[in-house]
Each structure stands twice: as structure tokens, then as C-alpha cells.
């Protein structure tokens, strides 16, 4: 497996475990989750990546975590 692939998968992850109960939490709840998660897998986003990543999971849109990886941080 290579770094990226890692990467992809670790993200596609923390989304997952994000998205699961996003339903009745608001974004700042969202937002201290997604960065939780990010922290116990030991990668980091961009405010704006995390910004972009909160805002799509409150609005119940699918995360492209492949691109997201791709960027890096």
C-alpha cells in the first residue's frame, strides 16, 4: 500500500465515522468530531479542507476523499 493509498484510506475513515451520526449534530459538533478523528489517525486537513469537509457532511453530500487526499495538507 502505498502513502497515498494510506492516506485515502484513513480519510475515507474518519468520513465515514463522521457521516454516521451527522444527522441531529450541528457543524461545530461536526467539526470537533472531524477533528478528532483526524488527530487520533495522525493526518491533518486545511482550515479550508476541514471547513469544506464539515460543511458537505452537515449538508448530507457525499466527501470526495480520493481528491481530498490527493491535495494534501
Not at 450541528?26 to 478528532?36: A, F
Amino acid at each position: 500500500m502505498t502513502d497515498q493509498d494510506a492516506r485515502t484510506e484513513a480519510l475515507r475513515n474518519v468520513v465515514d465515522r463522521v457521516t454516521a451520526w451527522q444527522e441531529s449534530a450541528t457543524e461545530g459538533t461536526i467539526r470537533e468530531e472531524l477533528d478528532s478523528a483526524l488527530g487520533e489517525v495522525g493526518l491533518d486537513l486545511t482550515d479550508a479542507q476541514r471547513e469544506q469537509v464539515t460543511r458537505q457532511i452537515s449538508d448530507g453530500q457525499d466527501v470526495d476523499v480520493e481528491s481530498l487526499a490527493s491535495q494534501g495538507a
